[in-house]
């Protein structure tokens, strides 16, 4: 089992910034692939972000790409997203998942995951 708590949302304005965490806890982290997921009221989960085990390799998804960051810390157990530049369309429940697999996880299948944090973008 991986247990996985998210922090850091918030509400924030256009244009502004948000470090979201996740920490992990309960097996060897730095064996697994997480990725960030959101969802937004009436709308259905999406991949937002991923990252390797080895940080060797991150996914984005279009929406994101050149605003949002994945990045991990293997010795604090813990993956981040920084969220630049944000918009009212970024607001969502924000999800992290783990797997040991890097694909899997950005397809969220059979991965851990985090119980969410709220992100609140007013225009």
């Known amino acids: 089992q991986v247990q996985l708590v998210e922090s850091g949302g918030g509400l924030v304005q256009a244009g502004g910034s948000l470090r979201l965490s996740c920490a992990a806890s309960g097996r060897t982290f730095s064996n697994y692939a997480m990725a960030w997921f959101r969802q937004a009221p009436g709308k259905e989960r999406e991949s937002v972000a991923a990252?390797?085990?080895?940080?060797?390799?991150?996914y984005y998804a279009d929406s994101v790409k050149g605003r949002f960051t994945i990045s991990r810390d293997n010795a604090k157990n813990t993956v981040y997203l920084q969220m630049n530049s944000l918009k009212p369309e970024d607001t969502a429940v924000y999800y992290c998942a783990a797997h040991l697999s890097i694909r899997a996880v950005v397809r969220g299948t059979n991965a851990y995951w985090g119980q969410g944090t709220q992100v609140t973008v007013s225009s």
């Open positions: 990252i390797s085990w080895s940080d060797t390799s991150t």
